[in-house]
T-cell receptor, first 115, second 110 residues
Framework: DTEVTQTPKHLVMGMTNKKSLKCEQH?????MYWYKQKAKKPPELMFV???????INESVPSRFSPECPNSSLLNLHLHALQPEDSALYLC????FGGGITDTQYFGPGTRLTVL | RKEVEQDPGPFNVPEGATVAFNCTYS??????FFWYRQDCRKEPKLLMS???SGNEDGRFTAQLNRASQYISLLIRDSKLSDSATYLC???????????FGQGTTLQVKP
């Protein structure tokens, strides 16, 4: 089973709202990732958690705040977003967070619209 | 120079055709290589990992040439359902960070 789940599927929010995206995996993977994808572009890495610790932050604005409550869960807290933050937000997980055989599996994404 | 380069296409081919996609990468220390498939408004899905010896999965064959830093994907007997964007992906050594190409769009027509 290579399933990563994400909620909600769609989210519309105003620039003053606070919302959270959730991601869950039950594959025993120890690394989890947040990506942002705009139309007709490849995914862009935002954050990496490895063994529940933040290991990579790709200079993401502070209005995006990741949280890893445990090895199966990953949240992305959103506050004071801008319309240009509208995108598909993808979560992924992998067994180790690096290494020659490590493979990332993606969730279905949350399509976010900021008004 | 982009770290992973692909021809964006689109490749428009008839059903039953054989089509090949190519990809080059710039970091010679890269250690893992993948092809992902992404349908419109969906998530990327792993199609194949790519190994130096080459590997085949049904109608799909992937090859890696480390000396030339070149990765290929061959699709034989194309089906309408193969229409998608194919992403060439390289795993940055040790960090787990994936470097994506821009993707190649394939449209298979009846």
């Amino acid at each position: 089973d290579t399933e990563v789940t994400q909620t909600p599927k769609h989210l519309v929010m105003g620039m003053t709202n606070k919302k959270s995206l959730k991601c869950e995996q039950h594959m025993g993977h120890r690394a989890m990732y947040w990506y942002k994808q705009k139309a007709k572009k490849p995914p862009e890495l935002m954050f990496v958690y490895s063994y529940e610790k933040l290991s990579i932050n790709e200079s993401v604005p502070s209005r995006f705040s990741p949280e890893c409550p445990n090895s199966s869960l990953l949240n992305l807290h959103l506050h004071a977003l801008q319309p240009e933050d509208s995108a598909l937000y993808l979560c992924a997980s992998s067994q180790f967070g690096g290494g020659i055989t490590d493979t990332q599996y993606f969730g279905p994404g949350t399509r976010l619209t900021v008004l | 120079r982009k770290e992973v380069e692909q021809d964006p296409g689109p490749f428009n081919v008839p059903e039953g055709a054989t089509v090949a996609f190519n990809c080059t990468y710039s970091n010679s220390a890269s250690q893992s290589f993948f092809w992902y498939r992404q349908d419109c408004r969906k998530e990327p899905k792993l199609l194949m990992s790519v190994y130096s010896s080459g590997n085949e999965d049904g109608r799909f064959t992937a090859q890696l040439n480390r000396a030339s830093q070149y990765i290929s994907l061959l699709i034989r007997d194309s089906k309408l359902s193969d229409s998608a964007t194919y992403l060439c992906v390289v795993n940055e050594r040790n960090t787990g960070k994936l470097i994506f190409g821009q993707g190649t769009t394939l449209q298979v027509k009846p």
